[in-house]
Nanobody, 123 residues
Framework: QLQLMESGGGLVQPGGSLRLSCAAS????????MGWYRQAPGKERELVAH????????NYVDAVKGRFTISRDNAKNTVDLQMNSLKPEDTAVYYC????????????????WGQGTQVTVSS
């Protein structure tokens, strides 16, 4: 059974950078579309970025385009989220998700989530 574990969150000043990493346990990692979601207090969980199985296709929510980069290493079973030029509105718990699927123009999460890692952007 696939298990996910995030790391790399923390407190950073506005304009700073953080790199989140998600390690997966399953040898079938490369068969999953992977994504990063976030949930801020009082808000719904939102999809931030996702990456195709081989890694050639990436997509981002408009709010993070040009600042965040998702990448994966199928040999190491990891998916990372490099976050630059962080803003206070990026503050949230970030979750790794496996098995995203698309229906029409909407992407839906898979059933496997990590435990989440807190990112706080504040001066």
């Amino acid at each position: 059974q696939l298990q996910l574990m995030e790391s790399g969150g923390g407190l950073v000043q506005p304009g700073g950078s953080l790199r989140l990493s998600c390690a997966a346990s399953a040898l079938t990692f490369s068969s999953y579309v992977m994504g990063w979601y976030r949930q801020a207090p009082g808000k719904e969980r939102e999809l931030v970025a996702h990456i195709s199985m081989i890694g050639g296709i990436t997509n981002y929510v408009d709010a993070v385009k040009g600042r965040f980069t998702i990448s994966r290493d199928n040999a190491k079973n990891t998916v990372d989220l490099q976050m630059n030029s962080l803003k206070p509105e990026d503050t949230a718990v970030y979750y790794c998700n496996a098995g995203l699927r698309r229906m029409g123009s909407t992407w839906y999460p898979g059933s496997t989530w990590g435990q989440g890692t807190q990112v706080t952007v504040s001066s």
